[in-house]
């Protein structure tokens, strides 16, 4: 892949798995010192695993221990990365998790778990990187953006989530944080945009492609009849992050192979 991150610094939010370990690779694999961020102890094993695939690969990283819920945690983990790095130039604010239950027995704790991890992390973790792209000011050899944050969003800020609740809640309101914060700081050349994937390959949703079956039934909401590829979403991060997309700001991009087409409406409505 061509170097188009190179001299760039990106932050990637709960990358010890999943769509976000493939983004990581991909945003190395572009030039970027990617910063392998995993939320518990339990999980820096996998992180180290990524960061190792990294560097086998002549890539270049670190990883970074920080719960993005916690602000005391994520204040320290940038203080960290510019420490090493000299500043941070993207955020993939990516880190997210499921507690899926019926509305009516939805517990409060899987409610707060929800919103804190997938909806204040992005927050703590947008507002310090703003902070650090306003400290450091354009670095025009390296970007014509300030800098540029992409919120990992779903096709669930927009397709209503029966059953999942707090999670379709927290991808609303991730669409509102991502303009918002491209309307309040586009002058100063930050560009916010989201990414929102349909069904990717990750644990996150292994009952729905464990089984031929559910593979199958899976795939009846998918017109291009593929499940998505951590590495899908890893090509369309690296173009968001690069001067390619210079003139992309406050942008929702579904990357789903149609399944906000509605294929249920193929054979007529
Ligand atoms: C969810 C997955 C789900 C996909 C499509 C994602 O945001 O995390 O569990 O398969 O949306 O419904």
Redesign the pocket.
Known sequence: MDQVLKNQTAIITGASSGIGAGVAKSLASAGANVVVNYPVESSKPAADAVLKEITDAGGIGMVAQCDVSQEAQVIRMFADVVAAYGTVDILINNA?L?RDAKFDEMTLDQWNTVINVNLTGQFLCAREAIREFLRRGLRPDVSLATGKIICMS???EL?P?AGHVN?ATS?GGIKMLMQSLAQEYGDRKIRVNSIC????QTP??RP?WETPQALNS?LT?IPYNRIGQPQDIGNLAVFLASDLSDYITGASIFI?GG?TVFEGFATGG
């Not at 994937?197 to 990717?200: M, N, Q, T």
């Open positions: 997210g499921q779903s096709v669930h397709i989530w999670y991808k994937p349909g069904a990717i996150i949703n729905a899976l909401l789903d399944m």
